[in-house]
């Protein structure tokens, strides 16, 4: 089966381009606005010195987390990097547990034995956030054999960032899944630069996965990462293919983070008046226009909007209440019998 | 009971522990089909088939990933990495990945997976086809550690560490895979964490670890023989978790402790034996603890410079007469 992808419809001539509906449209706008407002309020407290550690923001990028999620299955399995907090609140993860977590205290999801770059939430399907570049590759490549052995019919999802197309583990495991037919789909969030560094600076060809996918056999997909119905999409039909035995997809989706890489970076490399062209691009803006066009009154948005506030702020307020962790689990977990012993 | 070689009682594990749980699945380069490169694993895909062994490409951060993902959602996957110095191109998995998924996790992610790998020299490979690096992995919080020395304990440890929940790396010794000795029928199941000692002694304890260990029985029996010194052997098998209770208990009887290692010499995993007996039995120690260690120095490639670095059973026996003063 061979898709053409257009980078603003997504794929082509799949039928699916009316299919989704003023339901999941509206699920696809709170999303997006819930990542957002969770992430611009992480930004806050950090300036207040709640937020503590280093912290990378997908400010610009929701609308990738929210279209992938929105069309993943229960059962569907994420792995994110070290920028994860919007994939991890997409599949579900209350908001409380993530920023308690960046605020380092004990309701977060990993009650601070993780800490923002390595959220997990296995009963949400998140299988972890990663921080070492390309690591989760093979690993949801791993999740994705299991599925396979035992006619499992989940599928596992990966996302990381243009910078990771240049590391070994994501040529290795991009193979691996080809050669077995994995039922992984690979996503690549290329917001243009790696670091500081652009993107473009250091491959010599235009785009970081989109022109690596022949190399492996795998169709070469490019879309527009901001426009939400264009990601849900592609994820759609990515996440049929992998259901069906044909392998695995890799798709790049072109954003642009509205921050720096971290929270130690004011993004000065950047171009003058590049950010603010992004921004006339932005996800949420963008699918907010695209609700109206389909006749959704004012109303509903600003209903959404409110209580997606209401809940990030209670979320906050929750937070800033709870304690920290209890010292005596320092020494928890270590090993599966919830202890640390090395010896006897 | 039957005489078989450590190479064959490698891949009688894997089928024990394969044939008894279908989760149990097993990956690596050229272990299917081939056999494995020492021919460790021959006959496992003809007797579980290419679902459940599998020749993967020569990318070994894609095994031991992969490995991880498997077990993280259900499986009891072997890894193998053919020689143990590719550990070094896959170390974010030993190092990063494996290890602290659970504890990063507070608990959530389970890691159950074994690493087995050929470690070791005496095969003339030279210096990156022949290194000892258990103590690249001892070091690790999250992991544990298991280096068997005989046909036995090969299929005893390889059945506890795919049983176990943790995450297990696996050292097999190349130049034991010819070993043989009797090895009983039926199901062979050893515990993790545990050391035996291999012959009783009251004049000293040599503790040593795979490889060493045949050469420590071989100069303990020699300074027996010729010198009327009476050594204790223990093979420690399993270094973490480390039966340190083992090892204090004959320091306590002999008085003295020596370590047989064929890793390099600075962080060997002997300098932790000897600083837990200095911490916690100084008083019953008559002297000094000594390390026989592999120098620090790459290993060579040539066979007179091989043998000459790694500790032998001459030097264990000149070492321990020089240190006993007799």
Redesign the interface.
């Known amino acids: 089966m061979s898709t053409t992808y257009d980078l603003t419809l997504g794929p082509v001539g799949s039928g699916l381009n009316d299919d989704i509906g003023e339901e999941k449209r509206l699920a696809l706008f709170r999303s997006q606005v819930r990542l957002r407002d969770s992430e611009q309020r992480a930004f806050d407290l950090f300036l207040q010195n709640l937020v503590k550690g280093t912290s990378h923001l997908s400010l610009g990028q929701e609308a990738i987390a929210a279209g992938f999620a929105e069309a993943m299955q229960k059962g569907d399995?994420s792995f994110c990097t070290y920028r994860g907090h919007a994939h991890t609140l997409a599949r579900g993860v209350p908001v409380e547990k993530v920023l308690g977590e960046l605020m380092q205290r004990d309701n977060g999801?990993?009650?601070g034995?993780?800490?923002s770059m390595?959220l997990?939430?296995?009963e949400h399907g998140v299988?972890?956030s990663?921080a070492?570049i390309?690591?989760?590759?093979?690993?949801?490549?791993?999740?994705?054999?299991?599925?396979q052995?035992?006619g499992d019919k989940d599928v596992?999802v990966c996302f990381f960032g243009d910078g990771t197309t240049n590391i070994?583990?994501f040529h290795?495991?991009v193979?691996?899944a080809a050669?077995?037919k994995l039922p992984v789909v690979f996503v690549c969030e290329n917001n243009l630069y790696m670091e500081y560094t652009p993107i473009k600076d250091v491959i010599p060809i235009p785009q970081p996965a989109a022109d690596r996918a022949s190399a492996y056999g795998l169709e070469r997909i490019l879309i527009d990462g901001n426009d939400a119905d264009v990601v849900y999409r592609t994820a759609q039909l990515a996440f049929g293919k992998a259901r069906a035995g044909e392998g695995p997809s890799l798709i790049e989706c072109l954003t642009y983070r509205h921050s720096g890489h971290s929270r130690a970076d004011p993004a000065k490399y950047r171009p003058e008046g590049e950010l603010e062209k992004w921004k006339e691009h932005d996800p949420i803006n963008l699918y907010r226009e695209r609700l109206r066009q389909f006749g959704v009154k004012d109303e509903v948005i600003a209903e959404i909007e409110a209580s997606v506030r209401k809940e990030v702020d209670d979320a906050t307020e929750a937070c800033k209440a709870a304690p920290s962790p209890p010292l005596d689990?320092i020494t928890?977990?270590?090993?599966?019998?919830?202890g640390?012993?090395?010896?006897? | 009971m039957a005489e078989i070689s450590y190479r064959d009682a490698v891949t009688r594990a894997i089928a024990q522990e394969m044939a008894r749980d279908p989760d149990v699945?097993f990956l690596g380069e050229d272990v299917a089909k081939p056999g494995g490169c020492f021919k460790a694993t021959v006959g496992l895909y003809e007797q579980f088939g290419g679902?459940?062994v599998?020749d993967?490409?020569i990318?070994?951060?894609?095994?031991?990933?992969?490995?991880?993902?498997?077990?993280?959602?259900?499986?009891k996957?072997i890894a193998e990495i053919m020689f143990s110095d590719f550990i070094a191109v896959c170390f974010?998995?030993i190092a990063?990945?494996f290890p602290k998924?659970?504890?990063?996790?507070?608990?959530?992610?389970?890691c159950?997976l074994v690493v087995r790998t050929a470690n070791g020299a005496g095969s003339r490979f030279g210096a990156q086809h022949s290194q000892s690096v258990e103590n690249w992995c001892m070091m690790i919080?999250?992991l544990?550690v298991v280096a068997p020395s005989s046909p036995v304990d090969v299929i005893g440890l390889m059945a506890a560490a795919v049983r176990?929940?943790?995450p297990v790396i696996f050292f097999e010794h190349k130049s034991l895979y010819n070993s043989k000795a009797e090895v009983p029928d039926g199901e062979i199941v050893d515990t993790l964490?545990t050391a035996k000692i291999l012959r009783a002694g009251t004049d000293c304890t040599i503790v040593a670890l795979a490889l060493m260990v045949p050469r420590a029985l071989e100069a303990a029996e020699r300074l027996r023989i010729d010198h009327g010194i009476d050594c204790e052997v223990i093979d420690v098998r399993s270094l973490?978790?480390?039966?340190?209770?083992t090892i204090l208990g004959s320091v306590a009887k002999t008085h003295r402790l020596f370590t047989v290692e064929e890793n390099p010499r600075l962080c060997g995993w002997g300098a932790e034996i000897v600083s837990?007996v200095a911490d916690e039995a100084f008083y019953d120690l008559d002297g000094p603890p000594v390390r026989i260690t592999t120098p620090h120095i790459p290993l060579p490639a040539a066979d007179i410079m091989e043998d000459v670095v790694l500790p032998t059973p001459q030097r264990i026996v000149d070492t321990v007469r020089k240190s006993l003063g007799s």
């Open positions: 399995l999801l990993m009650r034995k993780g800490g390595h997990t939430s296995e299988m972890g990663y070492i390309g690591a989760h590759l093979p690993i949801a490549c791993g999740a994705a054999w299991r599925a052995y035992r596992a070994g583990a290795e495991a193979n691996f050669v077995w689990i928890t977990d270590v090993y599966a019998d919830g640390w012993a090395w010896r006897n | 699945v679902v459940r599998r993967t490409p990318s070994e951060q894609a095994i031991l990933g992969a490995a991880m993902g498997a077990a993280m959602t259900g499986l996957p974010d998995y990063n990945e998924a659970r504890y990063m996790s507070n608990g959530q992610t389970k159950p919080p999250g544990k176990d929940p943790d964490g973490v978790p480390l039966d340190t209770r837990i």
